[in-house]
């Protein structure tokens, strides 16, 4: 069965620092790849998508970038963090069924 | 305007009662209505999802879709406390964006079922 893999859950990050978040699938081969974030009380906004290795699209101009290296990894990342970066951020996957996505457990970011 | 409207709630009921949860849309090329549910601090899970227009039951839970009114539906018969969660529609589809399977998503509805 597939699975779907993000770490870490939480973290607590300065204004400034860097970002790297990471996304995992297992028990599938070349998976659509969805990077979404959520704030508080707010709807899923989608942040980035990847159809294959090295291939992203950007949905919102923003201080992060993605990138996919391997096939079943996703990598969410930033530069230097701004408070508005602050959210809960979510992976997911979608396999021959491109309109049924399957998320990650999530990370909750906090920029202070 | 947004292409998904979902009233936020939040939303408190007996356990026991039938639960109608809706949303609104304006994208009339959206083909599949996709229901998931979050829990608190929980990535959504899906829930269930129709094509088109129509109803599907699934258990307790049944989706419903007008595309001529753009509404969709859900309903959770004998509500029970572990029904108490997020319910976010997400209609996909669109010129354009259907083949990267991008979904749109409501707010979200906040539902307590107490018992």
């Known amino acids: 069965s597939q699975t779907i893999h993000q770490w870490p859950a939480t973290l607590v990050q300065p204004v400034g620092s860097p970002l790297s978040l990471e996304c995992t699938v297992e028990g599938t081969s070349n998976p659509n790849l969805y990077w979404y974030r959520q704030a508080a009380g707010r709807g899923l906004q989608l942040l980035f998508y990847?159809?294959?290795?090295?291939?992203i699209s950007s949905e919102v101009p923003q201080n992060l970038s993605a990138s996919r290296p391997q096939d079943r990894q996703f990598i969410l990342s930033s530069k230097k963090l701004l408070l508005s970066d602050s959210g809960f951020y979510l992976c997911a996957w979608a396999g021959t069924s491109i309109n049924i996505q399957y998320f990650g457990a999530g990370t909750r970011l906090s920029v202070l | 305007q947004k292409e998904v409207e979902q009233d936020p709630g939040p939303l408190s009921v007996p356990e026991g009662a039938i639960v109608s949860l809706n949303c609104t849309y304006s994208?009339?090329?959206?083909?599949?209505f996709m229901w998931y549910r979050q829990y608190s601090r929980k990535g959504p899970e899906l829930l269930m999802y129709t094509y088109s227009s129509g109803n599907k039951e699934d258990g307790r839970f049944t989706a419903q879709v007008d595309k001529s009114s753009k509404y969709i539906s859900l309903f959770i018969r004998d509500s029970q406390p572990s029904d108490s969660a997020t319910y976010l529609c997400?209609?996909?589809?669109?010129?354009?964006?259907?083949?990267?399977?991008?979904?749109?998503f409501g707010q979200g509805t906040i539902l307590t079922v107490h018992p």
């Open positions: 997400a209609p996909i589809g669109g010129a354009g964006g259907t083949s990267y399977g991008k979904l749109t």
């Open positions: 990847s159809v294959g290795i090295g291939q």
């Open positions: 994208n009339s090329a959206f083909q599949y």
